[in-house]
């Protein structure tokens, strides 16, 4: 099975910038979205971007477009998320995960192998 690991969180002030990575190892042969949600205190987990294998796509929820860039590098096994102009509302644990259902990109039932997270924090 595949497992994946994200790293880079931290605490940053407000219009400071971050960039996650998420690696994955295991069983990580055949092509597969990667997704990226977070999970505030107290709220749902939520969709935050997601990236098709050969990065022709992207997708991002309206509160991050245009501040976040989802990307990918296969050959590392690796994909990234760079995080700017960050806002306190952006505090979260960030995960990472890999599509594996026909469900929207959106929907966190369609995703499996989730990591552990990493916290941000954006102090104002």
């Known amino acids: 099975q595949i497992q994946l690991v994200e790293s880079g969180g931290g605490l940053v002030q407000a219009g400071g910038s971050l960039r996650l990575s998420c690696t994955a190892s295991?069983?990580?042969?055949?092509?597969?979205?990667m997704g990226w949600f977070r999970q505030a205190p107290g709220k749902e987990r939520e969709f935050v971007a997601a990236?098709?294998?050969?990065?022709?796509?992207?997708y991002y929820a309206d509160s991050v477009l245009g501040r976040f860039t989802i990307s990918r590098t296969n050959a590392k096994n690796t994909g990234y998320l760079q995080m700017n102009s960050l806002k306190p509302e952006d505090t979260a644990v960030y995960y990472c995960?890999?599509?594996?259902?026909?469900?929207?990109?959106?929907?966190?039932?369609?995703?499996?192998?989730w990591g552990q997270g990493t916290q941000v924090t954006v102090s104002s």
């Open positions: 995960a890999r599509r594996s259902s026909s469900g929207p990109y959106y929907a966190r039932d369609a995703y499996d192998g």
């Open positions: 990236i098709t294998w050969n990065g022709g796509s992207t």
């Open positions: 295991g069983r990580t042969s055949g092509s597969y979205t």
